[in-house]
T-cell receptor
Framework: DAGITQSPRHKVTETGTPVTLRCHQTENHRYMYWYRQDPGHGLRLIHYSYGVKDTDKGEVSDGYSVSRSKTEDFLLTLESATSSQTSVYFC????????????FGPGTRLTVL | GQNIDQPTEMTATEGAIVQINCTYQTSGFNGLFWYQQHAGEAPTFLSYNVLDGLEEKGRFSSFLSRSKGYSYLLLKELQMKDSASYLCAVMDSNYQLIWGAGTKLIIKP
C-alpha cells in the first residue's frame, strides 16, 4: 500500500472557524490531490499540486486554499468553514498525470455545525 | 458539460456474474479507470483502459468502447467481500479525473 496518511481522521467544528487538513506521503510522488466525496456525487477535485509550491484549482475550489511547502505534505485549509463543507475529504497521490493510478489516503470526515 | 453515468445500485448473488456499466461524455479522453470502495474506506484502483477492448485481471475484467463512450466492469464468481461501491472515472484532456457517483453492489448469499 502507498504510504499516505491524513490527519485528523475526524473533526467537528463550528461555522466560521478555520480548519486545516493535512496529507502526508512517504512515496515521493510528484502529484497530490484533494477531493471531497458527498452522497450522490462522484469524487470532486478541490485543488491539486504538481510540485513544491506548484498548485492549481479543481472543480470545486471556492472556499478552500492549499499549500505545499515540502514534497511530502499537502495542506487543505478552509478559511471560514460553512455547513456546505461538511463532507469526507480524500487526499490522493500519483507519480505522474498520464495513465497513472491515484492512491488514496484513508479520508477525513469533517462536520461543520 | 462533462458527465459520467453509472447505475446507483445493483444486487447480485454470491457465485454469480455481474456487469456494471459506465457511460461518459467528457472533454477529451485519456483513459478510463475503475476503483473499488468499501463503505467507510478509501477507493482502491482496479483497472485502467485507454484502448478499445477487454482487459482481464483475475475475476475482474474491464471493457472499453471509445466510439460509444462506454465501459463496463465484469465481476465473476462473486464473493461476499465484493460488496462495495464501484467508481468509474475518466481522465479528460487536462489529465483530470472526472468521477461517476459510483455503483453500490450488494451481494446476497
Amino acid at each position: 500500500d502507498a504510504g499516505i496518511t491524513q490527519s485528523p481522521r475526524h473533526k467537528v467544528t463550528e461555522t466560521g472557524t478555520p480548519v486545516t487538513l493535512r496529507c502526508h506521503q512517504t512515496e515521493n510522488h510528484r502529484y497530490m490531490y484533494w477531493y471531497r466525496q458527498d452522497p450522490g456525487h462522484g469524487l470532486r477535485l478541490i485543488h491539486y499540486s504538481y510540485g513544491v509550491k506548484d498548485t492549481d484549482k479543481g472543480e470545486v475550489s471556492d472556499g478552500y486554499s492549499v499549500s505545499r511547502s515540502k514534497t511530502e505534505d499537502f495542506l487543505l485549509t478552509l478559511e471560514s468553514a460553512t455547513s456546505s463543507q461538511t463532507s469526507v475529504y480524500f487526499c490522493a497521490i500519483s507519480e505522474g498525470q498520464e495513465s497513472n493510478e491515484q492512491f488514496f489516503g484513508p479520508g477525513t470526515r469533517l462536520t461543520v455545525l | 458539460g462533462q458527465n459520467i453515468d453509472q447505475p446507483t445500485e445493483m444486487t447480485a448473488t454470491e457465485g454469480a456474474i455481474v456487469q456494471i456499466n459506465c457511460t461518459y461524455q467528457t472533454s477529451g479522453f485519456n483513459g478510463l479507470f475503475w476503483y473499488q470502495q468499501h463503505a467507510g474506506e478509501a477507493p482502491t484502483f482496479l483497472s485502467y483502459n485507454v484502448l478499445d477492448g477487454l482487459e482481464e485481471k483475475g475475476r475482474f475484467s474491464s471493457f472499453l468502447s471509445r466510439s460509444k463512450g462506454y465501459s463496463y466492469l465484469l465481476l465473476k464468481e462473486l464473493q461476499m467481500k465484493d460488496s462495495a461501491s464501484y467508481l468509474c472515472a475518466v481522465m479528460d484532456s487536462n489529465y483530470q479525473l472526472i468521477w461517476g457517483a459510483g455503483t453500490k453492489l450488494i451481494i446476497k448469499p
